[in-house]
């Protein structure tokens, strides 16, 4: 069954942090983020998942979390997980 990405709540665990001071302007992820909407992989890969089972992760983190393997040079999808918090 596939997994929707929920839109993270506001006011819950909120310490003060802000992303947008934590990362410099010029990021490269941040141009990522303003020219991709992700959504469409919902379009694209729901043929492919069943109706039962778990709830999987939303297609559209998988794809984030691969462009990341990419773009970092990063070896595995486990140094990945390791990195990414």
């Given amino acids: 069954m ?8 506001n006011k819950l665990f909120h310490y003060g942090i802000n992303l947008d001071e ?3 302007a010029n990021q ?8 991709i909407d992700f959504e469409f992989v919902y379009d694209e ?3 492919y998942y069943g109706i039962k089972g778990n709830e999987s992760v939303p297609p559209p ?3 984030k979390l691969m462009l990341l393997l990419i773009l970092y ?3 595995s999808e486990r140094e ?4 990414v918090p």
């Fill in 2 to 9: 596939m997994g929707v990405q929920s839109h993270p709540q």
């Fill in 22 to 24: 934590r990362f410099r």
């Fill in 28 to 35: 490269p992820l941040r141009k990522v983020k303003e020219l």
């Fill in 45 to 47: 890969v729901k043929i």
């Fill in 61 to 63: 983190v998988i794809l």
């Fill in 73 to 75: 040079n990063v070896r």
């Fill in 80 to 83: 990945l997980m390791e990195t």
